[in-house]
């Protein structure tokens, strides 16, 4: 079985609005919610064995906070294609992971990663994670999807959402 977790970066600032978007940085907020989430991974033994991570200064510094919960996290591959990705591109990317990788860790933005958790939650899915992922997938949220299969075999529906957790869960 393969481990998809699905990670929104933490809450940005926009205290500087000529700041370019890629150069956002994370918001109070944000720099509250990215290790709280790392913490909740790491105590759930969700530990990827591959990160994939958007280069925007808002996803490296939600990737910081979240692995410095736990010594086993994985250096990140930082992928351009991952920035405001759609939800083909994610697949994309995913269908071209090591097939040795079990467990592998996307961090991106939305609306890619919404509609991409959403295409890829087919039968057996947690009904109640469902329910909030599809009304709102909020800032350093994570789906935990798994999935029977080879990474270049994903398609629409063909995996389980199993959780989906938000900050405001976990406080």
Not at 42 to 51: C, F, G, H, Y
Not at 88 to 109: D, K, M, N, Y
Not at 141 to 169: I, M, T, V, Y
Request: charged share 25%; no cysteine; proline share 7%.
């Amino acid at each position: 079985m393969k481990e998809l977790l699905l990670l929104r970066h933490a809450k940005s600032s926009w205290d500087a609005p000529d700041l370019d978007d890629f150069d956002r940085p994370l918001s109070p907020r944000g720099l509250d919610a990215a290790p709280l989430m790392g913490k909740a991974i790491a105590a759930r033994n969700w530990l990827p064995q591959m990160a994939l991570v958007s280069p925007s200064v808002r996803t490296r510094e939600t990737w910081q906070l979240v692995a410095a919960q736990s010594p086993r996290f994985v250096e990140p591959t930082f992928r351009d294609t991952l920035y405001e990705a759609s939800a083909g591109q994610l697949l994309a990317e995913v269908r071209h992971a090591p097939e040795e990788i079990t467990s592998l860790l996307l961090l991106g933005h939305n609306p890619g990663m919404q509609d991409f958790a959403t295409l890829i939650s087919g039968e057996g899915s947690d009904e109640t994670a469902m329910q909030q992922l599809r009304k709102k997938f909020p800032t350093a949220g994570l789906a935990r999807l798994e999935f029977d299969g080879r990474w270049d075999e994903l398609r629409a529906g063909a995996a389980r959402l199993s959780h989906f957790l938000r900050p405001k869960d976990l406080d």
